[in-house]
């Protein structure tokens, strides 16, 4: 919904903050002056629920049709599972990240502009987000094309080595859709259209299990196809989201592709690299210390643990624009504290699994939220709006010189 000012600019109405004002309208009528805690809660919880419900959804969808693949590629044999294992958790897990973390930048200024009502900046955002992610994907080729020597080099027997390779070079077309879905799920979020990324994602989904299906079982065309089922299931979302974008479902946001995405790129390069680096430290940190349980004698069902462990800071750092500070206290709390002290537990005081786990928790994780939240009490809300208010009036800038 929109309406116009008095001075003529068009305003965007977000449904969200109009159910806001509904919700607690009718606790007060229900509670008079003084409405009830639960009926607080239960009403943010609502609202809270309708942006990440959908998120949730889309997040799990995408890795399930990751399991699924390694989960076919599993009825094909040991060697075809390995390979599959190989190139889709470290050659595309590593670029995933990389390129996940770098797209968050757009969480940060299009969330900034979206509160400034500067609506047509986000599809700029979007523009030169995609730029740049695109010329990061060109820049990782080299990973796909001598994933074989590489695995080689750190110890992969020749057999397994030789067949990720080839999985990989499989994975390119899945490789360059990461640069345009994870831009056009940030750019849809900080409008709070999570659910058309959802829809989009189950469309994905069902196809791909389908697809995965039909090739393995029926038409038996081996590992090559099975890997490019992913390549199909992700372009599906690219398409999908890109569609409802262009075709009008964001009207205010989205004014059509301009020149003006070339301008500023190497400020935005800085964000999105900082965003990057902030997650992949997490990243890298969490494979480190599978790696480290993986040495352990016993340690089989510690390992399957392990890997299901999340790290996460997702969203006050990212939306107020703090990727660089996140990125220097993650090296030191994951770095310097955790891996140091999960090796002190784990092998000098020999207390195993349980001893590097302490030390991912108490270590990593805990000192890490500790100094963020300390960072987030002590922060001057005034100075940080005045702050984004310039960084959007200075990105802004360049449509007038443009």
Not at 134 to 159: E, M, N
Not at 258 to 283: I, Y
């Amino acid at each position: 919904m929109s309406n116009t000012s008095e001075n003529g600019e068009t305003q965007l109405k977000v449904p969200l903050l109009e159910d806001r004002g509904k919700s607690t309208e009718l606790v007060e009528k229900e509670d008079g002056d003084n409405p009830r805690l639960s009926s607080r809660v239960w009403v943010e919880t609502k609202k809270l629920w309708r942006i990440v419900g959908p998120a949730i959804f889309s997040r799990m969808t995408s890795y399930t049709m990751f399991v699924i693949t390694q989960a076919f590629a599993g009825h094909l044999g040991d060697l075809e599972l390995a390979a599959m294992s190989i190139a889709s958790n470290v050659i595309v897990g590593f670029d995933f990240g990389l390129l996940l973390g770098m797209a968050s930048a757009l969480e940060t200024l299009c969330g900034q502009a979206f509160g400034a009502k500067k609506y047509y900046m986000l599809g700029i955002y979007l523009q030169r987000s995609w730029i740049v992610l695109f010329a990061c994907c060109v820049a990782l080729l080299p990973l796909f094309f001598y994933a074989t020597p590489i695995l080689k080099a750190v110890g992969q027997p020749d057999d397994v080595a030789e067949l990720s390779g080839t999985v990989a070079l499989v994975f390119i077309p899945l490789h360059f859709s990461f640069a345009f879905t994870f831009p056009l799920q940030r750019f849809l979020q900080s409008q709070l259209k999570n659910s058309v990324t959802a829809y989009v994602n189950l469309v994905s989904f069902i196809v791909h299990v389908l697809m995965s299906y039909l090739l393995v079982y029926r038409l038996s065309l081996g590992l090559v196809a099975t890997a490019f089922t992913l390549n199909i299931s992700w372009w599906i979302t690219v398409f999908g989201q890109f569609i409802y974008v262009v075709g009008g479902g964001c009207p205010h946001t989205w004014t059509g592709f301009s020149t003006q995405a070339f301008c500023g790129l190497w400020d935005f390069l800085k964000l999105s690299a900082s965003s990057g680096v902030m997650l992949c430290l997490e990243n890298w940190y969490y494979r480190i210390l599978i790696v480290m349980t993986g040495n352990l004698k016993n340690a089989t069902i510690a390992v399957d643990a392990l890997s299901v462990w999340c790290l996460n800071d997702e969203g006050v750092a990212v939306g107020s624009g703090w990727q660089s500070y996140v990125a220097y206290i993650n090296l030191g709390c994951y770095y310097l504290v955790g891996v140091p002290l999960g090796v002190l537990m784990g092998w000098v005081f020999d207390q195993g699994v349980m001893g590097i786990w302490a030390g991912m928790i108490f270590g990593g994780t805990a000192v890490q939220t500790l100094i963020l939240a300390i960072i987030t009490i002590r922060c001057d809300w005034e100075k940080e709006a005045a702050k984004a208010t310039m960084h959007v009036d200075k990105w802004s800038d360049s449509r007038n010189t443009a």
